[in-house]
């Protein structure tokens, strides 16, 4: 019995936390056009209570989240392609190199506040991640404005 109002109080104390305003997460910004070829940073800030991870996610239009990279420590930084996401003290950002096209996507980070094995338990309880909007990003053709 102990046991379970223990949990009860936590799982309490999380969701007045998140409710609180404490724990955030802000991406910026929030839509952004360049020309085909440029290089661009997409910044990811946040301030929760428990850190557990920095996820980054790739949704395209009319599908859904795609997961590209999780950042556990300061420092960390990951790389597919030309894609390259590193995990500052209090944010992350994720480098989109020589933009093309099909990179027109919108970006989420995620942060884990919980300890868990599997990632998708981050779309099943609310008290586990904090998403924001994502940032939109559409690549341009050359010489359009």
Known sequence: ????????????????SWLSGEDRVEQ???TL??????????????TV?????????????????E?????YAVGDEKQKERLRATLLKEGSSLHIEASKPEDSA??????????????????????VAFWNKGISVVPLPQGST
């Open 1 to 16: 019995m102990e046991n379970m109002l223990e949990c009860a109080f936590i799982v309490l104390w999380l969701q007045l």
């Open 33 to 46: 056009r360049l020309q085909e070829g440029d290089s661009v940073s997409l910044n990811c800030s946040y």
């Open 67 to 71: 997961f590209l990279f999780v950042l």
């Open 106 to 127: 919108t970006f989420f980070c995620a942060v884990k506040t919980q300890c868990s094995q599997e990632a998708w338990e981050l779309y099943q309880n609310p008290a």
């Open 28 to 30: 910026s910004p929030q």
């Open 49 to 65: 209570s428990t850190f557990n991870g920095l996820q980054w996610y790739r949704q395209d239009p009319g599908q859904g989240p």
